[in-house]
């Protein structure tokens, strides 16, 4: 077993301590957060070992052998190097950082550290992209030619403090936040490497985007179109068109079910899952178990791939 220490206890841990609680190779053994309270609130919830009222005290326990960095985006940086400096393998939620020169240097970083580093990207460990992306192998809808992913929704950014990540102009904007999870999708199931990106953006008064579409092409001849947005709800799905069939997913970040639609016959395809964060954390111990330093799925090419949309987007 895996000892994972959670570093940062807002909205988002609490599906990764769950997703952690449900993992075959790791348990949820230490949680930081910078109120004590909240800490032993965590704790009662999800049974953790040991609660730290900072984070640099989490680091020093030895017991701590991986850790979930659940912070603001704008700190992953400082908190990917600060772990890895305390002999702590890394898994950080998306996006892993600002820009490409971040990235480059925190992997540098983990391989003179002989540890691992990964980005949290769930979509890519669920049991039904697992699945899909197996049925695409096999030839279930011929030869994948355009892949379509979305994810919109909108958001109240009267609720959000000044210094909220979300309206930075580095590491803020929906394509930041959402944004993300159709890229890796769209790079996933293609399999090649992003050759040319176009895009659109509505950018607010700060800079940041509002609303992004990319078309990707990558070096295999795929296409796809990737959407992302805070003001207003969208048709949130991934498919995955080919020469002979398609695969349509809803919400295709986390569900359970997907239409596979060929010579006029819709199929459904189901799979059971207790929590989608449960793959990626299974994935990385796995990886740090046998003695791997970046993930085969999700290294730091994959996450290179990633950025080139990211600072493409904002360099419009």
């Known amino acids: 077993m895996i000892h994972v220490g959670i570093m940062g206890l807002g909205q988002i841990a609490h599906r990764v301590a769950k997703g952690i609680c449900y993992a075959e190779n790791a348990e949820l053994y230490a949680v930081g957060s910078r109120s004590l309270e909240k800490a032993r609130e965590f704790q009662r919830l999800y049974g953790a070992q040991k609660i730290y009222d900072s984070y640099e005290r989490l680091l020093?326990?030895?017991?701590?052998?991986?850790?979930?960095?659940?912070?603001?985006?704008?700190?992953?940086?400082?908190?990917?190097?600060?772990?890895?400096?305390?002999?702590?393998?890394?898994?950080?939620?998306?996006?892993?950082?600002?820009?490409?020169?971040?990235?480059?240097?925190?992997?540098?970083?983990?391989?003179?550290?002989?540890?691992?580093?990964?980005?949290?990207?769930?979509?890519?460990?669920?049991?039904?992209?697992?699945?899909?992306?197996?049925?695409?192998?096999?030839?279930?809808?011929?030869?994948?030619?355009?892949?379509?992913?979305?994810?919109?929704?909108?958001?109240?950014?009267?609720?959000?403090?000044?210094?909220?990540?979300?309206?930075?102009?580095?590491?803020?904007?929906?394509?930041?936040?959402?944004?993300?999870?159709?890229?890796?999708?769209?790079?996933?199931?293609?399999?090649?490497?992003?050759?040319?990106?176009?895009?659109?953006?509505?950018?607010?008064?700060?800079?940041?985007?509002?609303?992004?579409?990319?078309?990707?092409?990558?070096?295999?001849?795929v296409i796809a179109s990737v959407r992302s947005g805070w003001k207003q709800w969208m048709d949130n799905r991934g498919v995955l068109y080919g020469s002979k069939g398609s695969i349509e997913t809803e919400n295709f970040w986390k569900n359970t079910r997907a239409i596979l639609k060929r010579d006029g016959i819709c199929t459904p395809i189901e799979v059971d899952m207790k929590s989608d964060f449960t793959g990626e954390v299974e994935h990385a111990a796995a990886c740090i178990q046998q003695g791997l330093l970046e993930s085969p799925i999700l290294g730091e090419r994959q996450s290179m791939e990633i950025m080139k949309v990211l600072e493409y987007v904002k360099s419009l």
């Open 60 to 221: 020093q326990d030895p017991q701590v052998e991986m850790v979930y960095i659940c912070t603001p985006n704008h700190l992953h940086f400082e908190h990917i190097q600060n772990a890895l400096r305390h002999g702590k393998h890394v898994l950080c939620e998306k996006p892993l950082v600002a820009n490409a020169e971040q990235l480059k240097e925190c992997f540098q970083l983990a391989r003179s550290s002989n540890l691992f580093l990964m980005e949290a990207e769930k979509t890519l460990f669920t049991p039904l992209n697992r699945k899909l992306k197996q049925l695409v192998k096999e030839g279930v809808i011929g030869q994948l030619r355009y892949v379509e992913g979305s994810y919109s929704y909108p958001i109240d950014l009267s609720e959000m403090k000044e210094d909220h990540w979300c309206f930075s102009k580095e590491a803020g904007g929906s394509v930041y936040d959402v944004g993300v999870y159709p890229i890796c999708y769209a790079n996933w199931f293609s399999d090649g490497c992003i050759s040319d990106i176009q895009a659109v953006k509505d950018c607010a008064a700060g800079g940041y985007d509002m609303f992004t579409q990319a078309l990707l092409t990558y070096d295999n001849g």
